[in-house]
């Protein structure tokens, strides 16, 4: 899959906190860390929104339409 660019500003500090990252071997490269921090954000909502979904099937199911 063709990557794209994301063009994005972050605080010194949290690049820093990247770069420690790289620094210690948990990713090979800053593009290697965003991906995977934006991975697991789409991952995260994605659950939410079907764990909400599960919550409103349930709460129609006991009690019915309101």
Do not use: C, F, H
Request: glycine share 4%; hydrophobic share 35%; net charge negative.
């Amino acid at each position: 899959m063709p990557m794209k660019t994301l063009p994005a500003k972050v605080t010194s500090k949290l690049l820093e906190e990247i770069d420690d990252l790289v620094e210690e071997g948990w990713y090979s490269s800053r593009s290697e860390a965003v991906r995977d921090a934006i991975r697991q954000l789409v991952q995260r909502q994605k659950k939410e929104k079907i764990e909400k979904a599960m919550e409103e099937d349930i709460e129609w199911g006991l009690y019915g339409e309101d």
